[in-house]
T-cell receptor, first 112, second 114 residues
Framework: GNSVTQMEGPVTLSEEAFLTINCTYTATGYPSLFWYVQYPGEGLQLLLKATKADDKGSNKGFEATYRKETTSFHLEKGSVQVSDSAVYFCALSDSLSQKLVFGQGTRLTINP | GAVVSQHPSWVICKSGTSVKIECRSLDFQATTMFWYRQFPKQSLMLMATSNEGSKATYEQGVEKDKFLINHASLTLSTLTVTSAHPEDSSFYIC??????????FGPGTRLLVL
């Protein structure tokens, strides 16, 4: 079945550091890939997505590229801010069923 | 953006009682809603898919008689945990679908069964 594996946290960085959160997936067919973010006390929000190989999703300075050859969708940001502190989830979906399969989540803390 | 609410945000109940959790799409109509369960420091696990006016589709291993789902309107789905036990304590999250591959999530409901 489909599955998502992302790097374990927690991850702690200083402000303006470079961020990478690794995500790899196993899936049949051609899934869409997502990154969701959960800020403290709030629901999950879609951060970015990519629907086919080599697509790059980007939002709020975050980027991730759909790499079919390595089955990866790593999240990157060049310079993180304290406000980026949150839990980040990598996910994939089967477009037919709309079902989302999530990774385990990575807690990110940015210190000033 | 689209807003999904859940009520209550947290609930404590005694073992053996039933608890109802509501999920509402506030500014859009959702033909499909999803219910997830999240254990501490773990991922979200899909429990069931709820379609308006029809029976919910449960994931393997989820007891449909234990977790009753009703999707009575295009803006409301409810999850009832029947005869709750301590092992049902968890964080329950709903989402509402606005088209293919677009889900909006509620803030979650924390359930503690004593």
């Amino acid at each position: 079945g489909n599955s998502v594996t992302q790097m374990e946290g927690p991850v702690t960085l200083s402000e303006e550091a470079f961020l990478t959160i690794n995500c790899t997936y196993t899936a049949t067919g051609y899934p869409s890939l997502f990154w969701y973010v959960q800020y403290p006390g709030e629901g999950l929000q879609l951060l970015l997505k990519a629907t086919k190989a080599d697509d790059k999703g980007s939002n709020k300075g975050f980027e991730a590229t759909y790499r079919k050859e390595t089955t990866s969708f790593h999240l990157e940001k060049g310079s993180v801010q304290v406000s980026d502190s949150a839990v980040y989830f990598c996910a994939l979906s089967d477009s037919l069923s709309q079902k989302l399969v999530f990774g385990q989540g990575t807690r990110l803390t940015i210190n000033p | 953006g689209a807003v999904v609410s859940q009520h209550p945000s947290w609930v404590i109940c005694k073992s053996g009682t039933s608890v109802k959790i509501e999920c509402r799409s506030l500014d859009f109509q959702a033909t499909t809603m999803f219910w997830y369960r999240q254990f501490p420091k773990q991922s979200l696990m899909l429990m069931a898919t709820s379609n308006e006016g029809s029976k919910a589709t449960y994931e393997q291993g989820v007891e449909k008689d234990k977790f009753l789902i009703n999707h009575a309107s295009l803006t409301l789905s409810t999850l009832t945990v029947t005869s709750a036990h301590p092992e049902d304590s968890s964080f329950y999250i709903c989402s509402a679908s606005l088209g293919v591959e677009t889900q909006y999530f509620g803030p979650g409901t924390r359930l503690l069964v004593l």
